[in-house]
Structures are given as structure tokens and as C-alpha cells.
């Protein structure tokens, strides 16, 4: 499923983007899509291990427990996003 979104972004990033896209042989819309999925993994990982740096000297169970709770979530949603990419 998709969803139209309508923004304004600076031309040189816009020429950037249309550059890389063509060079990768994608549109820029895929490319655009890989940024988004890229940066939004990055953040997982940075909030997990912020996670696990939080829970050393807490709960060992509790930890275990979000950290589970998190690789099921990356999962389905790995296998769940529309571009498929991997």
C-alpha cells in the first residue's frame, strides 16, 4: 500500500538524487524509499543498542525480553514493507 506525499525539497537535492537513481539503474521514488528504510533500520539499531547499554547492570531478564520484543518487530517488518527490499 501506498500513500501520496507532496514536499518541497532543495533542487540540489533533488538533482543529487535523480543522479544516484539513475546511476543505481532505480527511480528515484526506490531510491528515495531505500533512504528512508536505511535511516529507519540505523535507528533501531542505535535505540537497541542504547537499550542494552541502559539494561547492563539492570534486569538481565527484562532485556531479554525487549530484545526479543525488537528482532520480531525488525522481522515483520522487514518482511511486511512494500519495497521489498532487502
Known amino acids: 500500500m501506498t500513500k501520496p506525499v507532496n514536499m518541497r525539497l532543495p533542487d540540489d537535492l533533488v538533482d543529487a538524487a535523480k543522479q544516484i537513481a539513475q546511476r543505481e539503474g532505480i527511480t528515484v521514488t526506490a531510491f528515495v524509499t531505500r533512504a528512508i528504510e536505511a535511516e529507519l533500520l540505523r535507528q533501531e539499531?542505535?535505540?537497541?543498542?542504547?537499550?542494552?547499554?541502559?539494561?547492563?547492570?539492570?534486569?538481565?531478564?527484562r532485556l531479554a525480553e525487549k530484545s526479543v520484543a525488537i528482532r520480531k518487530g525488525l522481522a515483520h517488518w522487514k518482511r511486511t514493507r512494500s519495497s521489498g527490499a532487502a
Open 45 to 61: 539499531f542505535t535505540d537497541h543498542a542504547a537499550m542494552v547499554t541502559a539494561a547492563e547492570s539492570n534486569d538481565a531478564g
